[in-house]
């Protein structure tokens, strides 16, 4: 048996069983022909689409069917050519030639038409467009939900400390290292996470908040991890995500741990030393990919000793650890916040900005803000909205901010002299170091203190460059 006759069986059988799939292609594809390696055709399937039965081509070169076709010469290189606009009679189709290869010989190729117009194709295209700006505008509404809205800019501060503190966050925010953010109520524990999360790698994912406090602790499981379909009465059909798997690439904000049940914190602690966690009621292990920041106004040492808190989630999570100093040990800020508060309320209410004056300013100086940074903005919109001109007069204040002022007003003697030893001795420690070129070692001899102490005053007095 010749060389010829072997590849005509071949393509034989190979008919054959196209013959047998031929219902399954008159509806997969508008057409398809098969040719041997010398371009003749040995199976037509283009009759619907081109009204030329197969009895009349048989046997015939391909290029005498269609004049501009390159499937013989497919069928001699082998190599395939997908998705190719050719024109057939007249009509634009789309159509892809592939070789057939058996233990490594060419025995010929086959062409298919899977688009019988380039309208169709451009009517597919703009469907899957369609589909393509939903499924984007759906992704935007939830990427909304879940990003970051603070930067490091928008935490402002002369203060030493919290000058320090943005320094190191913003140092820590490019590693994955978990963080864990101690604070008053309203010292800005969240604007923190928001930062770090928005200077880290994982900027382009969501950030997801999650207060602890807020959910009831038979909810909170669920809530963070997610459920199965079918987990507990009233779970959703086909389960939920939880907010960890929600936060997969990004980062995930935990505020208020400190109230974390101890049947939560050993969960949670399980799930820190896993990298893993799994859904309620579901067996299947989801690898964690998330960056965490704990938050807590609680101080998780002393909760320790007291028996509420776990000492090794403790460890967990204070890998390291940002202490933010309450507003009243950085009343320097008190301008600087304030203004950038005003300026925030006038474009919020839609409305002219409006300006503290000197002595508006040394009043809130003089207030413990038990509430801090979150009780300045209350106590602010509410002059905001008192003031009738765009001077924040001191009766636009609260009466437990006026009262606290005629308060230290009648101490004021004993205040000014206050003030008046402290600059003598700021003056007199600027001096010192200006006189030993800067050397703090030297400068805390000559004034006869401890070098620990010079610090301190160094940040007390906000001389930062002298630090």
Request: hydrophobic share 35%.
């Amino acid at each position: 048996m010749g060389k010829k006759q072997r590849e005509l069986e071949e393509l034989g059988k190979l008919r054959e069983s196209i013959e047998m799939m031929e219902e399954l292609l008159d509806n997969a594809y508008y057409g398809m022909v098969l040719v041997d390696t010398e371009g003749y055709i040995v199976k037509w399937n283009y009759e619907k689409l081109l009204g030329i039965r197969e009895e009349d081509v048989l046997g015939k070169h391909v290029k005498e069917v269609i004049p501009n076709t390159r499937l013989h010469i497919v069928a001699k290189t082998g190599e395939k050519e997908l998705c190719d606009i050719q024109e057939i009679h007249g009509k634009k189709v789309i159509t892809s030639r592939i070789p057939i290869i058996k233990e490594g010989k060419h025995l010929g190729a086959a062409g298919t038409v899977l688009f019988s117009d380039i309208s169709e194709l451009q009517a597919l295209a703009k469907k899957v467009q369609i589909l393509e700006d939903a499924l984007n505008k759906y992704k935007g509404e939830v990427s909304k939900l879940y990003q970051s809205r603070y930067t490091f800019d928008d935490i402002v501060s002369n203060n030493f400390k919290m000058v320090e503190l943005k320094t190191i966050a913003k140092r820590v925010a490019k590693t994955n290292s978990t963080i864990l953010i101690q604070g008053e109520s309203g010292t800005g524990k969240e604007l923190f996470a928001h930062a770090i999360h928005r200077e880290s790698s994982r900027k382009y994912g969501n950030f997801v908040t999650v207060n602890c406090a807020a959910i009831p602790k038979e909810l909170l499981e669920s809530e963070l991890f997610g459920y199965e379909e079918g987990a507990f009465t009233g779970a959703k059909k086909g389960g939920k995500m939880g907010k960890f798997e929600l936060a997969t690439g990004g980062t995930i904000f935990l505020d208020e741990i400190g109230c974390l049940s101890m049947d939560m914190q050993s969960k949670l602690l399980r799930v820190l030393e896993g990298r893993e966690f799994e859904r309620v009621g579901g067996n299947k292990p989801i690898k964690l990919d998330t960056r965490i920041i704990a938050a807590t106004n609680e101080k998780l040492e002393e909760e320790i000793l007291k028996g509420n808190f776990r000492k090794d989630l403790y460890y967990r999570l204070n890998v390291i650890k940002l202490e933010i100093p309450p507003l009243r040990e950085r009343l320097e800020d008190i301008e600087i916040i304030a203004k950038k508060i005003l300026n925030k309320l006038a474009i919020d209410l839609n409305m002219e900005e409006k300006i503290l004056t000197k002595d508006g300013v040394e009043v809130l100086k003089k207030y413990y803000w038990p509430g801090n940074v979150r009780e300045l903005r209350n106590v602010l919109e509410r002059a905001v909205n008192l003031a009738p001109k765009t001077i924040i007069r001191i009766q636009d204040f609260p009466e437990y901010i006026r009262s606290n002022h005629k308060t230290q007003k009648g101490d004021s003697n004993c205040q000014s002299l206050k003030e008046k030893l402290e600059e003598i001795e700021k003056d007199i420690i600027k001096k010192t170091i200006e006189e030993v070129g800067g050397n703090k070692t030297l400068a805390a001899e000559k004034l006869k203190i401890h070098r620990t102490s010079l610090y301190k005053k160094l940040e007390k007095y906000n001389m930062i460059e002298y630090l």
